[in-house]
């Protein structure tokens, strides 16, 4: 079965960064588009980055935008999130997500934490 387990959350001081990775099984991972999602209290989940495959392409929200790098190793069945120059803002629960035969898999998220 599909499985998406994220990992690298953690608490860091405002202008830090993190790297999250989602480890991915379960189904053939270099054929299939990745996304990374955000979901701070209070508020509705939201789209943070995009990567397609083979080809690589990828997409922001506006907010991330020169600030965070979504990558991914096909070799390693996953996926990245390079977050630099982090703002108290960026807080929130993390996952990573992807649709696969028209059904979509969401992994448990890993919380992110920027605070002084």
């Known amino acids: 079965q599909v499985q998406l387990v994220e990992s690298g959350g953690d608490l860091v001081q405002p202008g830090g960064s993190l790297r999250l990775s989602c480890a991915a099984s379960g189904f053939t991972f270099r054929n299939y588009a990745m996304t990374w999602y955000r979901q701070a209290p209070g508020k509705e989940r939201e789209l943070v980055a995009t990567?397609?495959?083979?080809?690589?392409?990828?997409n922001y929200a506006d907010s991330v935008k020169g600030r965070f790098t979504i990558s991914r190793d096909n070799a390693k069945n996953t996926v990245y999130l390079q977050m630099n120059s982090l703002k108290p803002e960026d807080t929130a629960v993390y996952y990573c997500?992807?649709?696969?035969?028209?059904?979509?898999?969401w992994g448990r998220g890993t919380q992110v934490t920027v605070s002084s």
């Open positions: 997500t992807t649709m696969v035969q028209g059904t979509r898999y």
């Open positions: 990567i397609t495959s083979p080809s690589g392409y990828t």
